[in-house]
């Protein structure tokens, strides 16, 4: 049901894929879901499709974000990117949510998580969501080790900080392993961590519903 190479190896072909000119992604053959190993299962399919519509979202982010520190972005602009930030972040979490129900629903008929196991802090989705960052900065540190007409110490400042993201991700997709394969023998548990945002709900952000108000009567 869960592999991290697998998961690396989607993040990575699609942050490449939609990086390209729209005609060649449309020409980039579909998303291939390999066998995930032992513990594969029929669900496997749908949720690494969670996995790589969890990753769209935080490219989306990373490079909305990036239209907000352009240089000359008017105040209008700034506010605008900023709206479809917080609307993309929650998607994003929303997201990191919901791999982890599929993968706890796809556990549940097996008695896991096993109630009496240590609980890990972090859950499967939250490792994914920081694998996907992971993959969109190796991707764009590369760029820059690559970039032509740059000084030598440009490129070599960013292979050195490349170096560092792909240990930090080798090390991270070691641990989601590890926590699944301990979760599946009953000796660590997770659970659903709910992200709760406030900020994108009239009912709860002050700063909309004090706008939202009507004004007193005179």
């Known amino acids: 049901m869960l592999s991290a190479i697998e998961i690396v190896r989607i993040q990575d072909r699609q942050t490449r894929d939609w990086h390209q000119p729209p005609e060649a992604q449309s020409q980039a053959a579909p998303l291939q ?34 239209e907000a520190r352009a240089p000359g972005a008017t105040d209008a602009e700034l506010a605008a990117v900023k709206r479809r930030i917080d609307r993309t972040n929650q998607l994003r979490n929303d997201l990191a949510e919901e791999i982890d129900r599929a993968l706890l629903a796809w556990l549940e008929p097996s008695g896991l998580p ?46 050195d900080r490349l170096a560092i993201l792909e240990e930090q991700r080798s090390d991270l997709a070691g641990c989601l392993d590890r926590l699944w394969r301990e979760t599946l023998v009953g000796t660590r ?25 009507p004004e007193p009567a005179p």
Not at 138 to 153: C, F, N, S, V, W
Not at 196 to 210: E, G, H, S, V
């Open 33 to 66: 879901i390999e066998d995930a190993g032992p513990e594969t299962h029929s669900a496997a399919p749908d949720w690494l499709l969670l996995v790589a519509r969890q990753h769209r979202a935080n490219f989306d982010l990373w490079h909305i974000e990036d």
């Open 114 to 159: 096993s109630p009496d196991a240590p609980l890990h802090s972090e859950s499967p989705g939250l490792i994914v969501d920081r694998l996907s960052i992971l993959a969109l900065k190796i991707y764009h540190t590369r760029e820059e080790a690559q970039r032509a007409g740059t000084l030598p110490d440009h490129a070599a400042r960013n292979r």
């Open 189 to 213: 548990r997770f659970k659903l961590y709910r992200q709760l945002k406030m900020y994108n709900d009239p009912a709860l952000n002050p700063a909309i519903y004090r706008k939202l108000a």
